[in-house]
T-cell receptor, first 115, second 113 residues
Framework: KAGVTQTPRYLIKTRGQQVTLSCSPI?????VSWYQQTPGQGLQFLFE???????NKGNFPGRFSGRQFSNSRSEMNVSTLELGDSALYLC??????????????FGEGSRLTVL | KQEVTQIPAALSVPEGENLVLNCSFT??????LQWFRQDPGKGLTSLLL?????REQTSGRLNASLDKSSGRSTLYIAASQPGDSATYLC????????????FGQGTTLQVKP
């Protein structure tokens, strides 16, 4: 069974550009969450999507957005990039539903560097 | 607001030692608690999940305990090996089955041969 797949793994952008990251969850998982990891702030929750709807949102500016498709794949977008957006962006999926344990499974992440 | 703290921030031990990593959280109303391992530059690997109604979970040389009332969890690693060197992260789920986890800052473990 394939795990959570994130693309691209590495990317370099310049300030002011925008970036789109992709996440394919484990087959059958309907919840996809996104996290930002930086040395200073650690792991912070960005947002969660379930059934193509944003179910939860963290404390990030509106430049950070996401969406989920009917096949549960998700994308996140960051517009007008700033130096501080340099981070490892992690995607997690979980099997949502009655009786679910709530265990999250993470991908390898997308390492974004903003110059 | 839920806050998660992990102590110590770093730990270096000789191979073969048994060790304990600590995690504390401020709000005892949690859905579950999950321990992860992260190797440098990699994603997170789920180690153990403890539901709020459980006291402990075991997997191989790992044992995690949960004391909700005191807001504490411990991860016990038996007979440590150099391959256990990594950062260990504790995360709590607030009430409700959602994808939102609150993470601690992690404990970076080095096991010396």
């Amino acid at each position: 069974k394939a795990g959570v797949t994130q693309t691209p793994r590495y990317l370099i952008k310049t300030r002011g550009q925008q970036v789109t990251l992709s996440c394919s969850p484990i087959s059958g998982h309907r919840s996809v969450s996104w996290y930002q990891q930086t040395p200073g702030q650690g792991l912070q929750f960005l947002f969660e999507y379930f059934s193509e709807t944003q179910r939860n949102k963290g404390n990030f500016p509106g430049r950070f957005s996401g969406r989920q498709f009917s096949n549960s794949r998700s994308e996140m977008n960051v517009s007008t990039l700033e130096l501080g957006d340099s981070a490892l962006y992690l995607c997690a999926s979980s099997l949502d539903g009655l009786g679910n344990t709530g265990e999250l499974f993470f991908g390898e992440g997308s390492r974004l560097t903003v110059l | 607001k839920q806050e998660v703290t992990q102590i110590p921030a770093a730990l270096s031990v000789p191979e073969g030692e048994n060790l304990v990593l600590n995690c504390s959280f401020t709000d005892s109303a949690i859905y579950n608690l999950q321990w992860f391992r992260q190797d440098p530059g990699k994603g997170l690997t789920s180690l153990l999940l403890i539901q709020s109604s459980q006291r402990e979970q075991t997997s191989g040389r790992l044992n995690a305990s949960l004391d909700k009332s005191s807001g504490r969890s411990t991860l016990y690693i038996a007979a440590s090996q150099p391959g256990d060197s990594a950062t260990y992260l504790c995360a709590v789920h607030g009430s409700g089955n959602t994808g939102k986890l609150i993470f601690g800052q992690g404990t970076t473990l080095q096991v010396k041969p």
